[in-house]
């Protein structure tokens, strides 16, 4: 098919969401009151996860990337999750570049801003409670390791399927050039989407000796307690606010903890993995990269404030994305956010 078509598909849903984006717009009002209902994030939330990090601007060396590494098929399928709703945006987009049929099951916990785009751009996919893809079409599926084991168990042989599964993010600092506003865009990066995201920051490593990674430690706790007034986190059922309790009294146990307002950050010369919500865990480093090697499988993303170590951690990481600190959650729109996957898809 040729490729004027399929970036025509794809910068239809763009254009769908710009007014989205848009606060002064009547449909993107009507997204904003929907997904206080859907994502029990805070109206704060919501208004800088639209305006930041909904992918409405990509240059054209952006769009040339996803298209050149989205295959095409008769028929695309995507499965979407429901952890950060801009996510949506990005999955359609890639199969609207595969095909110019594509179907869509959106996430039951959080359909809105699949619901927002297919009413604003109609007939650019179909929207289905059941995906049903057959032999030769290309399923784009997005969830948590287990959701996509159970899928690819009841997926017909000869469909390729583009899984991407639990993930998350770490940060990589050089000590010699921290500095206050390093704290600032690190809080920024854990806030955004309440950690919920596959991009978000779990651990922050410290090239440098303890005494200068606990001061880093309590300078980001500090910047998440101020980020709560600004960036208000969303709700909790009884449930969820009782395992993060438990957490946190786990991590009090275990770790040095420095308060962050609604979350915390842990220390140790340990590496371990912040639990959930709003926190971090901070380790000093002499390699980071060994030190991150350990999760290699898991890493989407690495964000640091020195560009030599970005360098090594490419090499170190070729799966993970790089990023500058306070831009992990706002990845370029030139394929797959999720690069530990080959975008050729398994045949199955």
Known sequence: MAEPTRRARVERLLEAARRLADAHTAEGRRLRERLLD??????ASIELGLTRCLETAPDAAELDSL??????APHAHVLLAGNVFVAALRAV???????ERLSVRASRRDPALAEALHEL???SFELVHTLTPKPGDRLWCYGSDE??????????????LHAHGSGFGAVAVDARGWSVEDA????????????QGCLSPRVVCVAGDAAQARGIAAQIAGALGELDRELPPGSYSPTEAAELRRQRDAATYAFELFDAGSGWVSFSSQPALAGSGRSLHVLPTSDVAASLAPWSAHLTCVASNDAEL??????????ARLARLGEMQRP????????????????L
């Not at 987009?93 to 095909?99: D, E, F, P, V």
């Not at 970005?310 to 799966?319: D, E, H, I, M, T």
């Open 121 to 123: 751009a109609p007939g």
């Open 332 to 347: 370029a729109l030139d394929g797959p956010v999720d690069r530990r996957r080959s975008p050729l898809g398994e045949l």
């Open 38 to 43: 859907t994502t029990g994030l805070s109206t």
């Open 67 to 72: 298209l050149g590494s989205t295959p095409e």
């Open 147 to 160: 959701t996509l084991a159970d899928l690819r168990a009841s997926v017909p042989r000869g469909v390729w």
């Open 184 to 195: 600032r865009a690190i809080a920024l990066d854990t806030a955004l989407f309440d950690r």
């Open 310 to 319: 970005r360098r090594q951690l490419g090499s170190a990481l070729p799966g």
């Open 93 to 99: 987009a890639i199969g609207a570049a595969a095909s």
